[in-house]
């Protein structure tokens, strides 16, 4: 599908055009093989690039070539990621062309942060430069919440963690899990945000050079504070790790145990229950003795376990 939105000047909306024109951006959602081929013919586009743009699983980098400039991005997904399953995308990429004079992007899916820039009041469709400080300010923006919202539930599930079962840890699985795939993101973002100033087709004013290099640091102190909710779930596996390990050691044990002190009473009256001539079989008192002996036998049992602190 491909939507077609011109916006130029300040008292106007954005507005949907039937038809391609200078200064418009040409949206497109799953595009068809037909409407590839057309728009590689009419901007001069590779298509293999286009085919890329359309991978969701597109690392970040930038492309140039006759004048057209193929920024390749990525952006998380979910507007909550810590609802996400662990069979679930907590990211894709996305394309942005930027040719002479048309701003074009290409994904697989509607993403939200396109949906954004369409209901943005400072979206002018002729101010290429504009969009694409847009949209990585829109990313920036988008991982620091869904970083911010991770590290929210994992200081929660923290406190609470003595409480844990196995649906708590198979959720922090899946925090891991898109923390990770956001890491694999956030050093070719940084390199995008670096790179993208030095593009000549690309006209950045002082000040939009700086909100970009304000970009990177603050992606940057993302990364840092993923690496952060990184170790901090990575303790509380291990944690809960230890503490199923020791509670299955303890339990083991006291089977054992329990098993030990069975075995006493269950040899003792095997041999009395054979056919079989035994001391004092005879005797009227025999039962008070047998547990007499099984009880102090439990006794020095029990005592020589507490010496060895193995109770």
């Known amino acids: 599908m491909i939507k077609i939105l011109r916006r130029i000047d300040k008292k106007e909306k954005v507005k949907k055009i039937d038809s391609i024109v200078d200064n418009c951006w040409i949206r497109c959602i799953n595009p068809t093989p037909e409407e590839i081929e057309s728009l590689s013919r009419k901007f001069k586009l590779r298509s293999d690039l286009i085919l890329d743009g359309l991978d969701v699983y597109e690392n970040p980098r930038v492309e140039q070539e006759k004048g ?72 920036s923006k988008m991982f620091s919440n869904s970083i911010r919202e991770i590290m929210k539930t994992v200081k929660k599930d923290k406190a609470n963690i003595s409480h844990y079962n196995e649906k708590d840890l198979f ?98 009256f095997s041999m009395y229950g054979m056919n079989v001539s035994l001391p004092s079989q005879y005797d009227d008192h025999i039962l008070e003795i047998i547990f007499g002996g099984i009880i102090l036998s439990w006794g020095i049992l029990y005592i020589f376990l507490k010496k060895l602190r193995m109770l």
């Open 171 to 268: 959720r922090l699985v899946v925090k891991e899990d898109t923390i990770n795939d956001y890491l694999s993101s956030f050093s070719p973002l940084i390199d995008i945000n670096k790179q993208i100033i030095g593009i000549k087709e690309l006209r950045f004013t002082e000040n939009e050079k700086e909100l970009i290099k304000d970009l990177a640091i603050d992606l940057n102190q993302t990364l840092n504070t993923s690496k952060g909710a990184l170790k901090n779930i990575s303790n509380m596996r291990d944690y809960y790790t230890a503490t199923l390990t020791n509670r299955l050691n303890k339990t083991i044990t006291l089977l054992t145990f329990f098993t030990v002190f069975l075995t006493i009473p269950t040899i003792v």
């Open 68 to 139: 057209n400039v193929y920024i390749f991005l990525r952006t998380p997904i979910a507007t909550n990621p810590t609802q996400l399953k662990l069979d679930q995308d907590s990211s894709e990429s996305f394309l942005l062309i930027l040719t002479k004079k048309n701003t074009i992007t290409i994904g697989k899916t509607e993403l939200s942060i396109l949906n954004m820039l369409e209901g943005s009041k400072n979206l002018f469709t002729n101010n290429r430069s504009l969009i694409t400080l847009l949209i990585l300010s829109y990313i």
